[in-house]
Nanobody, 123 residues
Framework: QPRLVESGGGLVRAGGSLRLSCTAV????????MGWFRQAPGKERECVAA??????VVYGDSVKGRFSISRDTSNTIDLQMNSLAPDDTAMYYC??????????????????WGQGAQVTVSS
């Protein structure tokens, strides 16, 4: 059963750091784009960062300069989150495209989703 296995997240104080990891298991196309999205209660799901197999990246405007996405292998991505603020509190979801390689910031472009990892930033 193909799935996205997420790890990391948790509770941190404002100004702190957290790291999220996601591994795609059992997919046919390992070189498709992957990314992280987040959704806070009452808000729409938004792109945090996405990356291609070759390392092309896109970031959401609110995290530029603070978050960094990397792709260690064809099927594992990491999200390093620094200078966290209470507004970063949300459920973070790993996402993967079925075949397309280009990273895009639209949630509807991604066919596969993880269960989510909670990130809570206290003030």
């Amino acid at each position: 059963q193909p799935r996205l296995v997420e790890s990391g997240g948790g509770l941190v104080r404002a100004g702190g750091s957290l790291r999220l990891s996601c591994t795609a298991v059992g997919y046919t196309f390992d070189t498709s784009a992957m990314g992280w999205f987040r959704q806070a209660p009452g808000k729409e799901r938004e792109c945090v960062a996405a990356i291609s197999w070759g390392g092309d990246v896109v970031y959401g405007d609110s995290v530029k300069g603070r978050f960094s996405i990397s792709r260690d292998t064809s099927n594992t991505i990491d999200l390093q989150m620094n200078s966290l603020a209470p507004d970063d509190t949300a459920m973070y979801y790993c996402a993967k495209k079925h075949f397309a390689s280009a990273p895009t910031p639209r949630a509807r472009d991604y066919e596969y989703w993880g269960q989510g990892a909670q990130v809570t930033v206290s003030s």
